[in-house]
């Protein structure tokens, strides 16, 4: 191997932002058919480099070598003609073409769609991605649209694959078909950039890993060599942290009830909830898994009464019927929630910490005769501030100056400080870093442990897993029986996200392509 | 591209209260340039303009006059303008309030008492009130856009008062003139300083940005209006009502602008006539965006405002200069105020000229 150049090697490279070094200095070397990890915590400056490879961002300094010879990548269309493919993290995809007409719009050269439509169905036969090159993109699941990404990279013969994030919205049998392709891909000599934050993928996928933190190289290392717990270490510069929890109180009351929520999705390309029952008991935490957009959302939007439900018993908070009540009177029911959208729904960008923890907490005290009471709310920022470890300068800072961690750190816990009987969790840890994401865990596991009932919707099955007492999946709107954790696995509560489940969708989504009328 | 606009990592938290400022300066700096191409002196004719018209007790007392309804409009407005609903109707709505307070004045005109004044007001904010209502319910119920509709009904508004100043409220004795009879002493408001036209409606102007200081910075409706204008989603998920907001914010620049409307006739006017405003409901709109939305902030920009009116005319009168030239200056702040807002968030970088990534 020595002799071989390496397919790509980066010396030196570097790009400051106004306000942050993204990355300094980084050197990195890929040799031919070599599935390579780029490992590193949000923030870390995985995407700025990889962006720096594909020519989307210009580094400030350093150099790139391709097989051998220096180059400088001006812009993605030099970077294709290089052969340095990309699939991005989040899709670039027109929902209202076909596949055929979303591939033909990347490639550079024009290509007569019938024999373009016909290479798509053989290339993504034989990588074992089979595709329906006629099909409307914003008809496929999430799952098929990343094949659409694959598929269109892989047409175009690259040398170099470049991967950001992709198995975050993948269901684990689907992560594993993926792993095959990638692995045949390397074997037929191609290089693989794998950017990832998931230590089991790398420790399973790769050959080799260069890990980042605060945009440095922090270590080289042999995937096979290591440990979840040693990679961690290079990866945020601390043991992973682990969130304790003791076994569940299982006879508290019911809390939250939803009988037969059924709703038709206000956007076109949102889900139906298919007559939905869910229950979740004070003193336990409830999962519910699922790939985004199988209706989480519009499920997320009735459950805190930012949608109203036409039966006004479709859903009840101890007891008592509120699917005729808006967010406000609901949370003087006791409900509180924590939205995915942090900024501009969980909280107002523009104002203070102090001001947004008026937002929901008003009534604890800070209205009196339709005034405002300001101290109270200074007291009560001050206090989330202290008991949840938010990193920020003081509480008259702009909620915009904190990190999206923070921000999450201070919205849970605003809403926890209230005590709610229900607290109803979007996505608690995406894209935080480890230390917050425990932190925050922490705090709903003891929220549960003073006999709160807990919901948690999240992408992140190990999380879920972490967390929950039980578990339900949520699938094109409808939703799974409950189990209990310790009586189902990962590769279960998978197969039930595409759909297989009693009373489900029944088909397997990721394998065959669903037909869908309107 | 040789340049190109990229935004600030950090803006200025200081420059947000400056930005008027600067602005107001740029506005000073331009209107002299445009001096001197007219063929004037600019330093006489920036005399004319700013100095002359304050320059004694007389002119500061109509500089309050003047103030008075755009300092009241500009804080009704910026209530609705803080959770982002657009009430252009401050025109009509002050036409429709005069209309409605003139026509208390003229039904007791044969009458004295106290009570006619109050009357007065509470028709005119009652009638600015019912006016803006229109927008706030089409709104609402069938979210037509306020901008078009408030803004569509100040013609209306105008074409209404002049109807009936043409007809039915004409003074019979008038000799065919379209106004109405002059407003008896009961109808009008008291004189509190001897030799201006200083009257009670500027206290009752300040003591309208008193109660929308309490409402907007104090209250816990006005901290709703603000989320609501910053960011729907958040209020939405607090469980605001947005409906109430929007009818707050129209209604409350309805009442403040028909107030407006009684403060003209029964203080510097006397009377109805076809017109009863010189565009203050349309420069209030500058006013409270110069005053940052904040009554405080209005109060002052209101000052400036009522300076650019009185320097119109002065600058007419002395200097032959055009009518026009107070609406220039209006826009010129207005234009600076909203390049300097830009600015504050933006910065422009000449990086020269080279090929861009595509």
Redesign the interface.
């Known amino acids: 191997m020595s002799n071989i150049p390496p397919r790509l090697q980066l010396k030196g490279m570097t790009k400051v932002?106004?306000?942050v070094i993204a990355n300094d200095s980084i050197d990195m070397s890929i040799a031919p058919g070599e599935i390579h990890a780029v490992l590193g915590e949000n923030g870390a400056g995985k995407s700025t480099l990889m962006k720096a490879i594909y020519?989307v961002v210009?580094p400030d300094r350093g150099q790139i070598m391709w097989d051998g010879e220096v180059v400088t990548i001006?812009?993605?269309?030099y970077a294709r003609k290089l052969g340095i493919g990309m699939v991005f993290q989040h899709f670039s995809l027109f929902e209202t073409l076909t596949v055929t007409e979303n591939i033909a719009l990347a490639m550079d050269d024009y290509k007569e769609m019938d024999s373009l439509a016909a290479r798509i169905k053989k290339v993504s036969e034989e990588y074992g991605l089979p595709l329906d090159p006629g099909q409307l993109v914003h008809s496929l699941s999430v799952g098929l649209r990343q094949r659409v990404e694959i598929i269109r990279c892989l047409l175009q013969q690259p040398q170099l694959l470049i991967m950001d994030e992709p198995t975050s919205v993948l269901t684990p049998q689907a992560v594993r078909k993926m792993f095959e392709t990638l692995r045949r891909l390397a074997q037929e000599g191609c290089s693989i950039l794998y950017i990832s934050h998931k230590l089991d993928e790398i420790l399973e996928l790769c050959h080799s890993a260069t890990i980042i933190r605060g945009g440095k190289v922090t270590g080289y290392a042999t995937p096979a060599d290591e440990t979840a717990s040693s990679l961690a270490r290079m990866m945020i510069g601390k043991e992973l942290p682990v969130c304790s929890r003791e076994k569940p109180v299982m006879d508290g009351e019911e809390c939250l009830a939803v009988n037969s929520l059924s709703k038709k999705a206000d956007d076109q390309f949102g889900t139906d909830l298919q007559s939905i029952n869910l229950s979740v008991n004070c003193g336990e935490i409830v999962g519910i898994a699922g790939i985004s957009g199988n209706g989480q959302q519009e499920l997320l939007y009735a459950l805190?009464?930012?949608h109203y439900s036409d039966d006004k018993g479709s859903i009840t908070i101890d007891g008592k019927p509120v699917g005729h009540l808006?967010?406000?009177?609901?949370?003087d029911l006791g409900l509180g929630?924590v939205?995915a959208?942090r900024?501009?729904?969980?909280?107002?960008?523009?104002?203070s910490l102090s001001?947004n923890a008026?937002?929901?907490a008003?009534r604890h005290g800070m209205?009196g005769k339709?005034?405002?009471k300001l101290d109270r709310a200074a007291d009560f920022a001050q206090k989330c501030i202290a008991d949840f470890a938010v990193k920020c300068g003081s509480k008259k800072d702009p909620i915009t100056s904190l990190s999206g961690g923070n921000i999450q750190k201070y919205i849970t816990g605003r809403e926890i400080l209230q005590v709610p009987k229900l607290l109803v969790v979007s996505q608690p840890t995406w894209g935080v870093d480890v230390g917050a994401a425990n932190i925050i865990r922490q705090a709903m596991i003891d929220l549960r442990n003073d006999g709160s009932a807990i919901l948690v919707v999240s992408e992140e099955l190990d999380e879920l897993f972490e967390i929950c007492d039980r578990l339900v999946v949520i699938a094109e709107g409808w939703i799974s029986p409950s189990v209990t954790v310790d009586e189902t696995s990962k590769e279960a509560i998978g197969l039930w996200m595409s759909g297989m489940f009693p009373g489900g969708p029944t088909e397997d989504k990721s394998t065959t392509d669903p037909k869908k009328t309107g | 591209m040789f340049f190109k606009i990229e935004a600030r990592p950090e803006p200025s938290k200081a420059m947000k209260y400056f930005s008027p400022l600067v602005a107001a300066l740029l506005m000073l700096f331009s209107g002299l340039i445009i001096f001197s191409l007219l063929g004037k002196d600019s330093i006489e004719a920036f005399y004319a303009f700013f100095i002359e018209p304050v320059n004694d007790l007389y002119g500061i007392g109509e500089l309050f006059i003047k103030a008075a309804p755009l300092m009241l409009i500009g804080t009704g407005l910026a209530v609705g303008f803080r959770a982002s609903i657009w009430n252009i109707g401050a025109e009509g709505q002050l036409a429709i309030g005069a209309l409605f307070g003139g026509y208390i004045a003229i039904v007791f005109n044969d009458n004295s008492g106290f009570f006619i004044l109050p009357l007065m007001i509470v028709a005119g904010a009652v009638g600015g009130l019912l006016w803006a209502s229109i927008p706030a319910f089409l709104r609402t119920v069938f979210n037509a856009n306020e901008i078009l509709v408030s803004l569509m009904l100040n013609y209306v508004a105008i074409l209404l008062l002049g109807l009936l100043v043409h007809g039915p409220l004409k003074d019979p004795d008038g000799y065919g003139f379209p106004q109405s009879v002059l407003f008896s002493d009961s109808a009008l408001l008291p004189i509190l300083m001897e030799g201006t036209r200083f009257h009670l409606g500027v206290l009752i102007a300040v003591v309208g940005v008193i109660v929308g200081w309490v409402l907007l910075q104090k209250s816990f409706t006005g901290y709703q209006i603000q989320v609501a204008g910053l960011a729907k989603n958040a209020a939405s998920y607090a469980g605001f009502k947005y409906k109430k907001l929007i009818w707050i914010g129209l209604l409350s620049g309805g009442t403040a602008a028909g107030i407006a409307g009684v403060l003209e006739i029964s203080g510097p006017i006397g009377q109805l006539l076809p017109t009863v405003s010189p565009g203050y409901g349309y420069a209030a709109i500058i006013v409270a965006f110069v005053g940052r939305l904040h009554p405080g902030g209005i109060l002052l920009s209101s000052l400036l405002m009522a300076l650019l009116y009185l320097g119109g005319e002065s600058g007419q009168m002395n200097l032959d200069l055009p009518a026009a030239v107070t609406g220039v200056f209006q826009g010129l702040l207005l234009f600076y105020l909203l390049a300097t807002d830009f600015l504050i968030d933006y910065r422009v970088c000449f990086s020269g000229f080279r090929k861009e990534a595509i």
């Open positions: 932002y106004p306000t020519g210009k001006q812009n993605p269309a805190s009464g930012e808006n967010p406000d009177q609901r949370r929630f939205p959208e900024l501009g729904r969980g909280a107002v960008p523009g104002m001001n008026i937002l929901t008003h209205v339709g005034l405002l």
